[in-house]
């Protein structure tokens, strides 16, 4: 089964960047959009970015313009930078896999065939 890690999580100052990768390991089917969730304690899930095997993208309202989402198809490796980040960007971010669907129904209901385990990212004013 397909399994996902990712890594780049941290500590910035509002304003900073940073770069998250999430690697996908015995994908079973080359059609899948692969994307990021945030979460905070006590809060909704929310999806941000996913981008599919055709390279299409989609974003969240929250994230449009500051964060840009990219893949490395060979891999099955995505990466989310993160630019301009805010107070309100805290949160544990995961990486998740969903075959044969679009990117729109991803961000609101993806994911439902891998997750990783998450890396946390923390913005101080």
């Known amino acids: 089964a397909q399994q996902l890690a990712e890594s780049g999580g941290g500590s910035v100052q509002a304003g900073g960047s940073l770069r998250l990768s999430c690697a996908a390991s015995?994908?079973?089917?080359?059609?899948?959009?692969m994307g990021w969730f945030r979460q905070v304690p006590g809060g909704k899930r929310e999806g941000i970015a996913v981008?599919?095997?055709?390279?299409?993208?989609r974003y969240a309202e929250s994230v449009e313009g500051r964060f840009t989402i990219s893949k490395d198809s060979a891999q099955d490796t995505i990466y989310l930078q993160m630019n301009n980040l805010k107070p309100e960007d805290t949160a544990m971010y995961l990486c998740?896999?969903?075959?044969?669907?679009?990117?729109?129904?991803?961000?609101?209901?993806?994911?439902?065939?891998?997750w990783g385990q998450g890396t946390q990212v923390t913005v101080s004013s």
């Open positions: 015995d994908v079973a089917y080359r059609k899948y959009c």
């Open positions: 981008i599919d095997t055709d390279g299409t993208t």
């Open positions: 998740a896999i969903e075959f044969f669907t679009t990117p729109a129904d991803f961000l609101v209901y993806g994911g439902k065939n891998a």
